[in-house]
């Protein structure tokens, strides 16, 4: 992954690639869409985000997540994807832990529902290691109109996350699917 816009090279800030490798190791497919305004379409799910932020820059994910984000003052990265399949009807737990495969020493902080788009949304707040390195995430999954979304905070444990946290939030709440002709609400 790499800034929308921005050289390729990291070797400034080795936290933020790292929480870039998370994030691109975490999620699923995704890839292919565009972004317009806070509008994202690709060819199976319409859907629009909510704020980023200002410190927030974009970064590019080449059929690894639908959109991600990092963060430099918070040392972390924000992402969002999904995943279309009328035949696929797999419990919130489970697809949550799927995007924790890989993670060791899995301390789960707090895990419930909550109200997303209408939906109840499984929230996990998770402390794990990849790879020896401490990371803190916030999970979002939801499942709406034959669709899975998954968001995810990733940062170093600690202050990174939390001050990441009231901005991660706002994103997450701003989510909102669109409709396409023919599809149930």
């Known amino acids: 992954m790499r800034e929308v816009d921005q050289p390729k090279s990291r070797k400034g800030n080795p936290q933020i690639v790292g929480g870039a490798l998370v994030a691109s190791l975490v999620l699923g497919c995704g890839g292919g869409g565009e972004l317009r305004g806070t509008i994202y379409r690709d060819s199976d799910s319409l859907y629009e ?3 980023t932020g200002s410190d927030w820059r974009r970064l590019r994910v080449d059929d690894e997540n639908d959109l991600a984000w990092e963060s430099r003052r918070h040392h972390a990265v924000m992402q969002i994807n999904s995943t279309c399949d009328p ?11 799927h995007l924790l ?12 529902l909550v109200p997303l788009d209408g939906r109840e949304a499984l929230r996990t707040h998770v402390v ?21 979304y998954d968001m995810a ?5 600690g ?27």
Not at 88 to 97: G, I
Not at 128 to 142: F, I, Q, S
Request: aromatic share 8%.
């Open 49 to 51: 985000i909510g704020p």
């Open 87 to 97: 035949t696929s009807d797999v419990p919130l737990v489970s697809l949550t832990n």
């Open 101 to 112: 495969v890989g993670f060791t020493a899995r301390d789960i902080r707090d895990q419930g």
């Open 128 to 148: 794990a290691n990849l790879d020896g390195v401490p990371r803190e995430l916030m999970l979002y999954v939801l499942k709406k109109d034959d669709c899975v």
């Open 153 to 157: 905070l990733i940062a170093a444990e």
């Open 159 to 185: 202050s990174s996350f939390s001050g990441a946290m009231a901005e991660f939030e706002s994103f997450a709440h701003g989510f909102t699917t669109i409709p396409r002709e023919g599809s149930p609400r």
